[in-house]
């Protein structure tokens, strides 16, 4: 990798007052075009069917690439090297993308439940042990009203399904458990084919498996959905032959000889 701070320093001795104002304009010139092209964007947008939370994810992300751009261009006329521009660009943005893994996987969150529509604003749910009203749907949040009036923000992600956690004895194959689930989910009524239903294997506890089955249905069917998918998944592992598993203590008594 060359040297970054010698190569802007000596870029930086070359700016002259010429290249500077000339910079400025470029920049003033490439926030008016971003402007204008995010007003036209969004008035497009309006003319759709697209859903509102959809068309600001959108206008967002055109605006962040029109940002680049602009950054880019600027630095073209300042003179600055691309190739040290772009090498310093990777090397800040390997923590940042790091750190953008939740967000990202937020982001993705909110586009399915506003495209799927799992739940809409005024809905009530109940995820990850908090139940509430939905107020409002973000980039990256979605904001809960609790029925003691307290405001909850949740991850987009976590929000994107609803989900049964069950656990199975490590004696039961995985495969048979997850077909076991997958049985559930045929008899349960008023699930949405798309997104389709899933079963994963995501942890493995002290004395069992947990399975987590994802799934999702329209709000007016959502809980009586997730109410007949407990009790079909009860009945599913006894017909296959699962044993569902429940936190107990074990307790050995030895015999005292001496």
Not at 68 to 79: P, R, Y
Not at 159 to 170: E, P, R
């Amino acid at each position: 990798m060359p040297d970054l701070t010698s190569t802007f320093t000596n870029a930086l001795g070359k700016f002259s007052i010429s290249v500077i104002l000339s910079a400025a304009a470029t920049l003033v010139i490439c926030l008016v075009v971003v402007h204008l092209l995010g007003k036209l964007l969004r008035r497009l947008l309006a003319r759709t069917k697209l859903d509102e939370g959809i068309q600001k994810y959108l206008l967002t992300g055109v605006k962040l690439i029109l940002y680049i751009v602009t950054v880019l261009i600027v630095a073209e006329s300042l003179n600055i090297p691309m190739t040290s521009l772009v090498a310093l660009l990777s090397v800040g943005s390997l923590g940042v993308t790091l750190a953008a893994e939740d967000i990202l996987g937020n982001v993705a969150g909110g586009l399915v439940i506003l495209s799927s529509r799992p739940f809409s604003i005024g809905d009530y749910v109940e995820v990850s042990g908090v139940s509430g009203t939905v107020h409002e749907i973000s980039l990256n949040h979605t904001k809960l009203v609790t029925p003691d009036g307290h405001l909850v923000m949740l991850p987009n992600k976590e929000l994107a399904s609803s989900q049964q956690k069950v656990t199975a004895s490590y004696d039961a194959p995985t495969e048979t458990v997850k077909a076991a689930c997958r049985r559930a989910l045929e008899l349960t009524d008023n699930l949405l084919d798309d997104p389709p239903p899933a079963v994963y294997l995501t942890a493995y506890q002290e004395s069992s498996i947990q399975y987590t089955v994802y799934c999702w249905a329209t709000p007016e069917n959502w809980w009586g959905a997730y109410l007949a998918l407990g009790e079909h998944l009860r009945d599913a592992f006894q017909e296959f032959g699962v044993e569902m598993t429940y936190d107990h203590l074990n307790v050995h008594i030895v015999e005292n000889r001496s």
